[in-house]
């Protein structure tokens, strides 16, 4: 058993009995962790203490090997984002983000994806409304490549061959793990995408959402059936309705 200090991000929080709560909070070196915080429940409930879901915490916990549940002792806030609350959008995407965490049920911490967790959620309290449905979508698909599931978007998934640029529209086959070429597409469901698509794609992959993004709920649904494939939550994910209500408002169709 050893007392360990870590900082991470608060991804979720339940209540676990009258004094009791579980919350799972994303560290840099072990990943989702499970713990269980004794007489924290005040405190996480709404008013009281001020600790949000999403805010930076600086925790000290005692961790034993092969226990499912870690013990909590101490919790500070080191930066809120309780701001992530003023608008449905920032925080469905936010809550999206962390299913995707959770769905991996990630046992190995990840520096890199931790600060990439951590900018995501600074961009989507931060920035313009505008720009949401970008960065949103972006640190998506950013936590998916993080996880090990890129889309191939240069080659065909089918058959290898190099794909043409130009081609006006190709087939993105989620479940195959990205685009076809145009011979092996014919019998693919695949959602269909154009070269302006596939390139607004290339961007929000490399974490360069672009201006006045086009297609977003499109875009929104490409990343939901992607990461279901690929992810294999136990359940659909539930912010997904939320973020598509929250867009519908935020972008022009
Ligand atoms: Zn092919």
């Keep these: 058993m050893s007392t360990v200090q870590e900082e991470g991000i608060l991804l979720r929080s339940h209540p676990y009995s009258e004094s009791s709560r579980v919350v799972r909070i994303l560290t840099p070196e072990r990943g989702v962790l499970p713990l269980m915080a004794r007489g924290l429940r005040r405190r996480v409930e709404k008013g009281e203490g001020g600790v949000d879901t999403f805010d930076q915490v600086r925790i000290v916990y005692t961790f034993r090997s092969g226990r499912d549940l870690q013990t909590l002792t101490e919790l500070d806030v080191v930066r809120s984002r309780q701001g992530l609350g003023r608008d449905l959008v920032r925080f469905a995407g936010a809550s999206l983000l962390a299913e995707f965490l959770l769905a991996h049920a990630l046992e190995?911490?990840?520096?890199?994806?931790?600060?990439?967790?951590?900018?995501?959620?600074?961009?989507?309290?931060?920035?313009?409304?505008?720009?949401?449905?970008?960065?949103?979508?972006?640190?998506?698909?950013?936590?998916?490549?993080?996880?090990?599931?890129?889309?191939?978007?240069?080659?065909?998934?089918?058959?290898?061959?190099?794909?043409?640029?130009?081609?006006?529209?190709?087939?993105?086959?989620?479940?195959?793990?990205?685009?076809?070429?145009?011979?092996?597409?014919?019998?693919?469901?695949?959602?269909?995408?154009?070269?302006?698509?596939?390139?607004?794609?290339?961007?929000?992959?490399?974490?360069?959402?672009?201006?006045?993004?086009?297609?977003?709920?499109?875009?929104?649904?490409?990343?939901?059936?992607?990461?279901?494939?690929?992810?294999?939550?136990?359940?659909?994910?539930?912010?997904?309705?939320?973020?598509?209500?929250?867009?519908?408002?935020?972008?022009?169709?």
Excluded: Y
């Design 108 to 253: 190995e911490g990840s520096p890199a994806l931790s600060q990439e967790m951590e900018g995501a959620l600074d961009l989507l309290l931060d920035r313009p409304l505008e720009q949401v449905p970008g960065v949103l979508l972006s640190a998506g698909w950013r936590l998916l490549v993080h996880l090990g599931f890129a889309p191939e978007l240069g080659r065909c998934v089918r058959c290898g061959a190099e794909l043409d640029e130009e081609a006006p529209l190709l087939r993105f086959s989620a479940g195959q793990g990205g685009l076809l070429c145009q011979g092996c597409g014919g019998d693919s469901a695949g959602s269909r995408l154009g070269p302006g698509a596939r390139n607004d794609l290339r961007s929000l992959l490399a974490g360069r959402p672009p201006e006045g993004l086009r297609g977003a709920l499109v875009h929104l649904a490409l990343l939901e059936v992607f990461a279901l494939n690929h992810l294999a939550p136990n359940r659909p994910f539930q912010s997904v309705a939320l973020v598509r209500a929250g867009l519908g408002s935020t972008v022009a169709r």
